[in-house]
T-cell receptor, first 116, second 112 residues
Framework: DTEVTQTPKHLVMGMTNKKSLKCEQHMGHRAMYWYKQKAKKPPELMFVYSYEKLSINESVPSRFSPECPNSSLLNLHLHALQPEDSALYLC???????????????FGEGSRLTVL | KQEVTQIPAALSVPEGENLVLNCSFTDSAIYNLQWFRQDPGKGLTSLLLIQSSQREQTSGRLNASLDKSSGRSTLYIAASQPGDSATYLCAVTGGATNKLIFGTGTLLAVQP
């Protein structure tokens, strides 16, 4: 069983809605990640948080807004999304070895997002 | 720019066969390589992590090898079972950005 928990598992939203995806881990990891995965494609990195600070933003549109309230939680706030944003959103965590991020990544089960 | 390729893209084998999945990467300056399994519509499950200083890792029926100099890794699955059917992804971490770069994946089907 994964030790990274994502909620909700499924989300359907309109283009004018505001919603949030949540991720939680209790492994003491200090690096947390958001990935986006389209069907039959590998995951694509969106954001990396290291010690609760945003360390990587892969030029993601501002309609996606990440937040790391504490070392165990990671949120992804969604606003004014487009139908092409429909995808599986995956959260992951790892040990943070002084910024090298060389630890094993553990993924959650993902949140399946559909934008109508 | 690091590029990770997996061959074959899809593989179908009868139950009980031993099989090898391949992963190649263009930049050998990696910190580690990780193999994942993904069932349809699900998240990724970590199978094996090989640090750059290691040559191989084993877990049960799985054995992963790493040859940094040639930019290759293989995942060996012994005595395959229908429950092994899934997409297998390799991913490397390294370079200036330390980002995890995923391969294109191999879709494995083990026929009963």
């Amino acid at each position: 069983d994964t030790e990274v928990t994502q909620t909700p598992k499924h989300l359907v939203m309109g283009m004018t809605n505001k919603k949030s995806l949540k991720c939680e881990q209790h492994m003491g990891h200090r690096a947390m990640y958001w990935y986006k995965q389209k069907a039959k494609k590998p995951p694509e990195l969106m954001f990396v948080y290291s010690y609760e600070k945003l360390s990587i933003n892969e030029s993601v549109p501002s309609r996606f807004s990440p937040e790391c309230p504490n070392s165990s939680l990671l949120n992804l706030h969604l606003h004014a999304l487009q139908p092409e944003d429909s995808a599986l959103y995956l959260c992951a965590s790892s040990q943070d070895n002084g910024g090298l991020n060389t630890g094993e990544l553990f993924f959650g089960e993902g949140s399946r997002l559909t934008v109508l | 720019k690091q590029e990770v390729t997996q061959i074959p893209a899809a593989l179908s084998v009868p139950e009980g066969e031993n099989l090898v999945l391949n992963c190649s990467f263009t930049d050998s300056a990696i910190y580690n390589l990780q193999w994942f399994r993904q069932d349809p519509g699900k998240g990724l499950t970590s199978l094996l992590l090989i640090q750059s200083s290691q040559r191989e890792q084993t877990s049960g029926r799985l054995n992963a090898s790493l040859d940094k100099s040639s930019g290759r890794s293989t995942l060996y699955i012994a005595a395959s079972q229908p429950g092994d059917s899934a997409t297998y992804l390799c991913a490397v971490t390294g370079g200036a950005t330390n980002k995890l770069i995923f391969g294109t994946g191999t879709l494995l089907a083990v026929q009963p």
